[in-house]
């Protein structure tokens, strides 16, 4: 089963639950999120270079990585968002070919390090897990950081999900989902941003991106 298959299944669940005034709340809000996702880092411009906390307690930095080799960095929401943890699953199961290719995988959440530590644990994950928590300054480097519109704050609070205590700060802000294809170097040579964090970029896709990457490296 593809990765949107599977998201589609909880989607489908979670309409049921939720109804249809819920659902349009939602998908009002994420289409208004379209005009930033457009003005978001695009192919061919770098990316970011960084240090991030880690799931370890220690640090990892970004341009480090990348002088290595290619990275693939999967941005998610937090280990609250079942979405996020379908994404991470997958991400997981092709592990093995995204090293096979020589790059690297890491992922980023606005979570504090205690909180993607147990998203490490929860999914048993592979891959280093790097907090941009307390202003997410990554995520607005990359121009995918928003609030959240009060609306969408106050169903987050009726559902349990604190974010101003997950990610350590004050502000109710997310990034929206993306993944990141980065090629040795620091050039993004594949970006994905959806504003509909019930869309995400299947592992196959960025496994294709390195297969080019390396086909271009190889030649």
């Known amino acids: 089963m593809s990765l949107q298959t599977e998201m589609e299944t909880f989607k489908a669940s979670w309409l049921e639950r939720v109804g249809p005034e819920v659902a349009k709340l939602v998908d009002d809000d994420n289409a208004g999120l379209q005009s930033l996702a457009d003005r978001s880092l695009k192919e061919g411009a770098r990316f970011p270079a960084m240090t991030l906390g880690n799931d370890r307690g220690g640090e990892t930095d970004l341009s480090a990585l990348v002088a290595e080799g290619p990275l693939v960095v999967v941005f998610y929401r937090g280990g609250w968002c079942p979405y996020c943890n379908l994404e991470l699953r997958a991400y997981q199961g092709r592990l093995a070919e995204i090293e096979e290719l020589g790059a690297r995988l890491v992922a ?106 390396k086909k271009v490296r190889t030649a």
């Open 108 to 213: 980023v959440s606005p979570e504090t390090p205690d909180h993607t530590s147990s998203t490490v644990a929860n999914n048993t994950l592979g891959f280093e897990v790097l907090s941009d928590a307390k202003g997410g300054r990554l995520a607005d480097a990359l121009g995918i950081r928003f609030e959240l519109s009060p609306a969408i704050r106050e169903l987050y609070r009726k559902f349990g999900h604190d974010l101003p205590a997950r990610n350590g700060d004050d502000i109710w802000s997310l990034p929206m989902p993306a993944v990141y294809v980065v090629e040795q170097g620091g050039r993004i040579a594949h970006a994905s941003v959806d504003p509909d964090y019930r869309k995400r970029l299947d592992p196959a896709i960025a496994i294709a991106v390195l297969n080019d990457l």
